[in-house]
């Protein structure tokens, strides 16, 4: 009988084709919302998840972004997330989509400031 291997996870495709379109830019990846999201000068850039693409566009382009085929909203936690869209695996097929909503994000996060992450402060015990 052959033995099932737990906790082996296939790679998702959608990181590899994310990592192929964001070329020489510099970018780190991080594991949230349940999948791997990109960081550029420590701002989410875009990420993956079952449902689809997460990507940030910032509130101004919010509206217009929802409205586009395949996206909507995205809500967490039942809360929608203004600045936020997920786009449905179908609108993501074609590389062409793919690379118009991470054009969408890097045209919002390159505005922000990059982020510094705060060093921690270690707790003394008494």
């Known amino acids: ?3 099932s291997v737990k906790n082996s996870v296939a790679p998702d495709p959608m ?9 020489q830019r510099q970018f780190t990846e991080q594991k949230m919302f349940g999948g ?5 000068n ?7 998840s079952k449902r689809g693409l997460l990507v940030r566009v910032g509130k101004a382009a919010h509206a217009a972004a929802a409205a586009r085929p395949h996206a909507r909203p995205m809500e967490m936690g039942g809360r ?14 074609a590389d ?3 690379r118009a909503w ?3 994000a890097l045209a919002f996060v390159e505005t922000l400031p990059p982020k510094v992450k705060s060093a921690k402060v270690a707790k003394k015990r008494a």
């Open 1 to 3: 009988m052959a033995k």
């Open 15 to 23: 990181v590899e084709r994310l990592q192929a379109a964001l070329g």
């Open 36 to 40: 791997t999201c990109f960081m550029i």
């Open 42 to 48: 420590g701002n989410m850039l875009i990420g993956t």
């Open 80 to 93: 929608s997330m203004e600045g936020y869209v997920q786009v449905a695996p179908e609108g993501t097929v």
């Open 96 to 98: 062409a989509d793919l």
């Open 102 to 104: 991470l054009d969408l």
